[in-house]
C-alpha cells in the first residue's frame, strides 16, 4: 500500500464536483482501478482504465491518467450525498496476475447538504 | 443471484482458536483472492488462486492458510499463529480484468 498515495479526506457540497487523486509508482501496471466502500461493507469496482489510455469517462466519472507523472485521478460530477463513502485507488499487480492489487489507504469524502 | 458470497458477515473467535472464513462465487471466475482491510488502511493481499487445486502466498500470508478444491470455492483458515487477527476481511475473484468483492467477514478475536 505505501507505494499508492492518496490524500486521506475531501468534503464538497452536495451539487459541486469531487476529484479524488492518487499517485502510484508502477509504471508497468496494466491497469488502475477506483473502488468505492460504504460502512461495513465490500468494495465496488467503481471503473478502471488501461494504462495506455488517458481518460474513461463513464456517466457521472471520468477518471484522469497522467502516466508520465504516475498520477490518477476521479471526478464524480453533481455529487451527491449518498456518494460519501471512502474511495480507493488501487494498481494491478507489476505485470503479471492481474487480480493481484496494491491499494492507497483510501480517500474519505463527505458531501455536504 | 449471480456474485461473491462470504460468511458469516460477522465472527468472534476465542484468542488460540482457529477459525475458516467462505467464499463462495457463482461468477465463473478462475482466479480468486483473498485480502485484509485494518482501520484507516488500504488492502493487503493473504493468498490467491488462479486455478484450482494451485494457490499462492500473498503480501501477509504468515498466520493463514487456504485451499481451492473447487472453482467456487476459497475459504480462508485463520491459524492461532496469526498474531494479530482481528480485522475485516474480504474476497474477490477476477476474470481477465476487473476485480470483483465480496461484502467481507468481520473477525474479532477476544
Known amino acids: 500500500g505505501e507505494d499508492v498515495e492518496q490524500s486521506l479526506f475531501l468534503s464538497v457540497r452536495e451539487g459541486d464536483s469531487s476529484v479524488i487523486n492518487c499517485t502510484y509508482t508502477d509504471s508497468s501496471s496494466t491497469y488502475l482501478y477506483w473502488y468505492k466502500q460504504e460502512p461495513g461493507a465490500g468494495l465496488q469496482l467503481l471503473t478502471y482504465?488501461?494504462?495506455?489510455?488517458d481518460m474513461k469517462q463513464d456517466q457521472r466519472l471520468t477518471v484522469l491518467l497522467n502516466k508520465k507523472d504516475k498520477h490518477l485521478s476521479l471526478r464524480i460530477a453533481d455529487t451527491q450525498t449518498g456518494d460519501s463513502a471512502i474511495y480507493f485507488c488501487?494498481?494491478?499487480?507489476?505485470?503479471?496476475?492481474?487480480?493481484?492489487?496494491?491499494f492507497g489507504r483510501g480517500t474519505q469524502l463527505t458531501v455536504w447538504p | 443471484d449471480g456474485g461473491i458470497t462470504q460468511s458469516p458477515k460477522y465472527l468472534f473467535r476465542k484468542e488460540g482458536q482457529n477459525v475458516t472464513l467462505s467464499c463462495e462465487q457463482n461468477l465463473n471466475h478462475d482466479a480468486m483472492y483473498w485480502y485484509r482491510q485494518d482501520p484507516g488502511q488500504g488492502l493487503r493481499l493473504i493468498y490467491y488462486s488462479q486455478i484450482v487445486n494451485d494457490f499462492q502466498k500473498g503480501d501477509i500470508a504468515e498466520g493463514y492458510s487456504v485451499s481451492r478444491e473447487k472453482k467456487e470455492s476459497f475459504p480462508l483458515t485463520v491459524t492461532s499463529a496469526q498474531k494479530n487477527p482481528t480485522a475485516f476481511y474480504l474476497c474477490?475473484?477476477?476474470?481477465?480484468?476487473?476485480?470483483?468483492f465480496g461484502q467481507g467477514t468481520r473477525l474479532t478475536v477476544v
Open positions: 482504465i488501461f494504462s495506455n489510455m
Open positions: 474477490a475473484s477476477s476474470p481477465d480484468r476487473g476485480v470483483f
Open positions: 488501487a494498481e494491478n499487480d507489476r505485470g503479471s496476475t492481474l487480480g493481484r492489487l496494491y
